[in-house]
């Protein structure tokens, strides 16, 4: 069946680093767009950062730009979400999700907190 498992989240300071990872299984990961969305306490998901299938073009939201970085590794059907000089506003619950067309997953989620 259909997997997509998100690690990689935790406790982090100001400043400081984290690296998501999203192992996928069940389905062409190859042919998907994968993303990662965020939903803090509150507040509605957003879209953070998504990569495409083909040439592996990311786009990112404004308030992430220059911080995060999306990568995906085709052969070990993951994707990932670097994220340097974290703030306070990053806190929240990431998500994973795969999308083709109509088609789409979502994953757990993995819970990132940012102290001040």
């Known amino acids: 069946q259909v997997q997509l498992v998100e690690s990689g989240g935790g406790l982090v300071q100001i400043g400081g680093s984290l690296r998501l990872s999203c192992a996928a299984s069940?389905?062409?990961?190859?042919?998907?767009?994968m993303s990662w969305y965020r939903q803090a306490l509150g507040k509605e998901r957003e879209l953070v950062a998504v990569?495409?299938?083909?040439?592996?073009?990311?786009n990112y939201l404004d308030s992430v730009k220059g911080r995060f970085t999306i990568t995906r590794d085709n052969a070990k059907n993951t994707v990932y979400l670097q994220m340097n000089s974290l703030k306070p506003e990053d806190t929240a619950v990431y998500y994973c999700?795969?999308?083709?067309?109509?088609?789409?997953?979502w994953g757990q989620g993995t819970q990132v907190a940012v102290s001040s």
């Open positions: 999700n795969a999308a083709w067309g109509l088609a789409g997953y």
């Open positions: 990569i495409s299938s083909d040439v592996g073009s990311a």
């Open positions: 069940g389905f062409t990961f190859k042919n998907y767009a």
